[in-house]
């Protein structure tokens, strides 16, 4: 079998997995895992371009995600004028301070390098005069906006802008962060950039989590507007309702189903076009020279290119494709819960996607995207259906039954260490392997 063929196969068996969901289980089912998995290969698309095409082992995926969704939430969601009456003011004043406190630390630190160490303790003192200005002007602000109505406000609100902008503006919110991480990590060894990809991270979370006159924080920002229609306003257009009845099931599902269809199609058009940019970014010169970069940064730099440069480059672009993928899933999502964003699922998950799939290969991302957002989720249904196939002969309540069937929801970790292990024993470069061109 030629490995075009065997590439379509696989997606075409992926195809067949979720007509097999759709019948087994529910269509609805079927679409909500599809467009899922849809986000979940963008991901690991962006992934793929650090670690794929440069050697960038960047574990710090979750807190490029959650300024994605952060992107959503601004963009979308009507401003809060009590919020705004409150401590806007005071909000802007201690951005414009902290702005003049990093051009000041930035102004001091290029004029006192002939100062020696007493150039350190200069810039620090200037960086503490105006933190603590700043913070004297934003906290009372702060305290202000969290206290307007606290149920359903406590924070300024966004833009109310239709949320399909928050997707390009999560990838800047994304790449803007990358290019301060990458600044900061770029160069050192891969062990020490995922530590501090990692940390960083966690320090986004953390800000979401506590800034709540920004986010809401804990609190949880609800009813983000859609890009599809509702299903009640389809349920009373008269014109769906004529299609709807063309079919033999309710109305409900029939809207259920048009606005997950809707989902679809605006995912799969994100997924085609960086999908397509990516493989053109791929077979490019600007390709080889990345993949040069990341087999042999020493003889690359020898033949002068500039290798941390290239480093932050390839950083910033695939951090701005996850962040692009988490606006998507806040937008899927209909909220923004920062609480949600989880090492597990923003960053292992999509790990192993790319492992799967195949590093380096754009398509084996988006395969290895589906294979495992596909039996994440499914992994617990198929686990009731085997615990109770093998215990069938038992009592109701027999114990070991019972043990087995409320054992079933911890399949999802056997079964991703299991697709993982044979993988890595049959298929050691991905079930798509990069090809060297």
């Not at 079927?30 to 849809?38: D, V």
């Not at 995922?194 to 989590?209: C, H, N, R, W």
């Not at 754009?362 to 615990?387: Q, S, Y």
Request: glycine residues 12%.
């Amino acid at each position: 079998m030629s490995l075009s063929v065997r590439n379509l196969s696989m997606f075409a068996l992926m195809a067949l997995l979720f007509v097999t969901v759709g019948f087994v289980q529910s269509w609805d089912v079927s679409l909500a895992l599809l467009n899922m998995c849809i986000i979940s290969a963008i991901m690991a698309l962006g992934v793929n371009i650090q670690w794929g095409y440069a050697g960038l082992f960047n574990v710090g995926t979750m807190g490029f995600a959650a300024l994605g969704g952060l992107a959503a939430m601004l963009v979308s969601v009507p401003p809060v004028a009590g919020a705004w009456q409150a401590g806007g003011v005071g909000i802007f004043g201690g951005l414009v301070a902290a702005l003049l406190t990093v051009a000041a630390g930035v102004a001091i630190w290029r004029r006192t390098a002939r100062l020696g160490r007493r150039r350190y303790w200069l810039t620090g003192l200037v960086v503490l005069v105006g933190y603590i200005i700043m913070r004297a002007i934003i906290d009372p602000a702060v305290e202000a906006i969290e206290a307007v109505d606290v149920t359903t406000a406590g924070f300024l609100g966004g833009l109310g802008l239709p949320i399909v902008f928050s997707w390009l503006v999560g990838g800047i919110f994304a790449a803007g962060a990358a290019w301060v991480v990458g600044k900061i990590s770029l160069g050192l060894r891969s062990d020490y950039l995922a530590i501090a990809t990692l940390g960083i991270s966690e320090i986004i979370i953390y800000f979401l989590k506590f800034e709540e006159w920004l986010t809401r924080g804990v609190k949880n920002v609800t009813g983000l507007p859609r890009p599809v229609p509702y299903e009640i306003e389809l349920k009373q257009s008269p014109a769906f309702q004529s299609w709807a009845s063309g079919f033999d099931t309710n109305i409900e599902t029939v809207a259920s189903l048009t606005v997950k269809l809707c989902y679809a199609g605006l995912f799969s058009v994100v997924l085609l076009v960086v999908l397509y940019l990516s493989e053109v970014a791929l077979r490019s010169p600007w390709g080889r020279m990345m993949r040069a970069i990341r087999d042999n940064e020493t003889a690359a730099a020898a033949m002068g290119k500039n290798v941390t440069s290239r480093h932050l480059q390839v950083f910033i672009l695939g951090s701005a494709v996850v962040g692009i993928a988490g606006a998507m899933l806040t937008t899927l999502d209909g909220q923004f819960n920062p609480p949600t964003y989880q090492p597990l699922r923003f960053t292992f998950l999509i790990w192993v996607m790319v492992i799967i799939g195949g590093s380096g290969n754009n398509w084996g991302a988006v395969l290895g995207g589906f294979i495992i957002w596909f039996f994440w989720i499914e992994a617990e249904p198929i686990g009731l259906w085997l615990m109770g196939a093998l215990t069938s002969g038992m009592a109701p309540d027999h114990w070991l039954r019972l043990h087995l069937i409320e054992s079933a929801a911890h399949m999802r970790l056997l079964t991703m260490g299991l697709v993982l292990l044979l993988v890595l024993r049959f298929a050691p470069r991905g079930l798509i392997p990069e090809i060297k061109r």
